[in-house]
Nanobody
Framework: QVQLVESGGGSVQAGDSLTLSCSVS?????????MGWFRQAPHKGRDWVASLFSRTGTRRVVSSVGGRFTIAQDESRNTLDLQMSDLKPEDTGTYYC????????????????WGQGTQVTVSS
């Protein structure tokens, strides 16, 4: 019954900001013990970007983005959002939203539901 649909991707210039949204159906975003964002650059593997662990309210973002990304849940819209600023070409890729109904520490293997992805292209 859980469905995740990403939106908000697009083509932007380096230094621009962009907010991605993951529309969640089937459950409240707060009912999932962990939700996160992953990205996959062309010809590369999928990498973890950010996560929100609802049991403790812990928010984590991959250190490589240098504080430029923020993850948040919007209960009014039932979405998981990724706010990105000062985008760089290396941020280019397909961004995926994921959810784990049960989670101990937001480990990647715990995510059971995934969206189809939204493309982000950052040009220099």
């Amino acid at each position: 019954q859980v469905q995740l649909v990403e939106s908000g991707g697009g083509s932007v210039q380096a230094g621009d900001s962009l907010t991605l949204s993951c529309s969640v159906s089937g459950i409240s975003v707060r009912s999932a013990e962990c939700m996160g964002w992953f990205r996959q650059a062309p010809h590369k593997g999928r990498d973890w970007v950010a996560s929100l662990f609802s049991r403790t309210g812990t928010r984590r973002v991959v250190s490589s983005v240098g504080g430029r990304f923020t993850i948040a849940q919007d209960e009014s819209r039932n979405t998981l959002d990724l706010q990105m600023s000062d985008l760089k070409p290396e941020d280019t890729g397909t961004y995926y939203c994921a959810a784990a109904l049960r989670s101990e520490d937001c480990a990647e293997m715990e995510y059971r539901y995934w969206g189809q992805g939204t493309q982000v292209t950052v040009s220099s």
